[in-house]
């Protein structure tokens, strides 16, 4: 293959949060986690090639230039010896959803820079990396179902679930990750331990938006099992055991954004293609 005239394309997967604890803030400013997260088949798509000088595109004109792709990127120059890369980032997973967007393409440029460089990073390395871009850029780099413990580093794998369906919707009005952080810290609330059960639960459904809480609600109503808010928001999911039930769900839903996505595989997550440009 020549590296030169080579593409490689990245399906960059959103997550949902099944259960989402969040611990007291500690002297860093962090928060710790307990987490389940699932890889959904709603995505972002990466298409990266060798280029003159380190570049990134986007085509959502409100995605800012410094923004976690560029910031992965110059990461990654300075530790891994690879070529200047133009990325274009063609977006669908909407920013401040608690879908984890930036998170996931960040990691799935990581991936494509490990392929490029032929360079297989040792496990612990390569989170360590991930993590000083973003608490859930680990799980994105782990892919499937997993749980996750301190401050989303410390990974589990969990079974990929059976024919699982979800209609995952977003309101109007968007969730900023640190406010919502500072309004919860203002809760009295104990640290939930993790649920043997498969309930969902999130601790930030006690500061989401009223327009989160109505979606949830009325994704219930139309049929949904149980149905929650996903990170700290705005989007919110409910489960459903079949494509047609959630696809009649979503055509019913007031919200101008709205998906139905399946619960992903680790192989489905983390899969991404290489390209020869023709003439090559």
């Known amino acids: ?66 923004n976690t792709v560029a910031r992965t990127l110059r990461l990654l120059a300075e530790v891994i010896n690879i070529p200047p890369l133009r990325v274009t980032i063609h977006k669908q997973i909407p920013a401040q959803s608690g879908l984890g967007g930036g998170s996931s393409d960040a990691a799935g440029l990581i991936r494509a820079a490990m392929k490029i460089a032929n360079l297989p990073i040792p496990k ?24 996750a413990e301190g401050y989303g580093e410390r990974l589990t794998d969990l ?8 209609v995952v919707a977003r309101p109007e009005v968007g969730c900023d990750t640190k406010a919502a952080f500072k309004r919860l810290d203002e809760k009295a609330y104990a640290w939930r331990e993790f649920s043997s059960s498969d309930e969902l639960y999130n601790d930030f459904e006690r500061v989401a938006p009223c327009e989160s809480l109505e979606l949830i609600e009325r994704l219930l109503v139309l049929g949904s099992r149980d149905a929650g808010l996903t990170g700290s928001g705005s989007a919110v999911f409910g489960r459903f055991s079949t494509q047609q ?6 055509d019913k839903l007031p919200s101008p954004q709205a998906w139905v996505a399946r619960a992903l595989s680790r192989a489905e997550s983390l899969r991404f293609e290489t390209v020869d440009e023709p003439g090559s």
């Not at 850029?137 to 499937?144: A, N, R």
């Open 159 to 166: 079974p990929d679930p059976q024919d699982e369906w979800y």
């Open 245 to 250: 039930e959630a696809e009649t769900a979503k």
């Open 1 to 66: 293959m020549n590296l030169s005239t080579a593409k490689w394309i990245v399906p960059c997967p959103a997550k949902l949060n099944l259960f989402l604890a969040v611990g007291l803030v500690d002297s860093r400013g962090y928060h710790p986690l307990r987490t389940v997260f699932q890889a959904i088949s709603l995505y972002d798509t990466l298409e990266i090639e060798i280029a003159k000088k380190n570049e990134v595109i986007c085509d959502d004109p409100s995605v800012p230039p410094e």
């Open 124 to 147: 612990p390395e390569l989170f360590g990396l991930a993590q000083t871009i973003g608490a859930d850029v680990p799980f994105f780099l782990h892919g499937g179902r997993a749980k």
